[in-house]
């Protein structure tokens, strides 16, 4: 193979050249150990399914990984200013989708999120994460930039219709997770402790409602507080997945992951497990640690601050999904369906993530032979 010159002004190798591959380096070793993780998770789970193969659920996510791939490397070639117009087209199509779902979609386990296109399912909240980052991350630089003009109010009603978007699915757990990411960028773009310490207040006082409010999430605060009861069923079995792996997995022992339900989805962090032990783990979580803590060291050092903001909006929805995730498999968070990034099976979440990572190369790259300022610093 013909190795890549810095003299080669190929779009490839300029591609390699400006890209940041330290965060590329660790999310190739990601998206490996996920699928080692999702070929030892999809059997169990395929077997609770009629007519389905072994390793259905495997297959399945390699067939979404090519586009997925396709997509990071398409989008790592965008400018900033491309990076942002395609993030805002992104976030008004997903929100469209919301809201076409909620008036139209069928509700499944009390919830309106899945749009349905013959066999395949699309979930419209996953492509509204990274596409609200860039838009409001493009509010807050504005604001930034031109005290007159009212970045932050912008930047609080789009939060206000997506966060309006996820309650009605209703969806709090993702509504935690942007919630947190907001945080997260209104920080970054400079703007006071007390904004930050108000947005904590009415975080709060959201979540308050919603247990007095909402049977669902009183049951699983409930069975987060009191553990044993029928609602923790998925995690007290995850507990005992991830204790049956040991320090180097399990071994010659029992497995226990086929009475772990969603074991290639959810809670797949557990069959890593059980079935690698805590050395793996380990690593996964590092992992996800150094990928935000690399993205967000870049951003810290860009000119733009709209790059720095959405750069760094991006980093923690990874990080906090991951930790979400992580979390509930731990019994450290009350029980919530949401995805490990690259390692969990799901195509539209696999979609999504690979947006919202390729949104991250376009955004940190170095930009050489672009003069025009407002393609690098929109």
Known sequence: MKRLSRLDNSPFARLWWSIDRPTLAILS????????????????????????????????????????????????????????????????????????????GGEVNGAKRWLYIGSLSLQPSEFAKPGFVIAAAWMMAEGARDPKFPGGAVAIG????????????????????????????????GWSWLWIALLGVVGASALTAGYFLSAHVAARVDGFLKPGANETYQVDRAMETIANGGLFGRGDATPIKTALPDAHTDFIFAVAAEEFGFVLTLLIILLFAFFTARVMTVAAGLKSVFAQCAATGLAALIGFQSIINIGVSLRALPAKGMTLPFIS????????TGLTVGLIFALTRTHHGVYRRKDIMP
């Open 29 to 104: 070793l990601i998206m490996v150990i996920g699928g080692v993780v999702l070929m030892a998770a999809g059997p169990s789970a395929a077997a609770r399914i009629r007519n389905v193969s072994e390793f259905h659920f495997p297959m399945r996510q390699l067939i979404f990984l090519g586009p997925t791939i396709l997509l990071m490397t398409a989008l790592a070639f965008l400018t900033p200013l491309q990076a942002r117009r395609l993030g805002v087209f992104v976030f008004a199509g997903a929100v469209f989708l919301m809201i076409f779902v909620l008036i139209f």
């Open 158 to 189: 789009l939060y206000a219709i997506f966060a309006g978007l996820l309650l009605a699915q209703p969806d709090f757990g993702q509504w935690v997770l942007m919630t947190a990411v907001w945080a997260v960028m209104f920080f970054v773009a």
């Open 345 to 352: 099976y799901g195509g539209s979440s696999l979609l999504a």
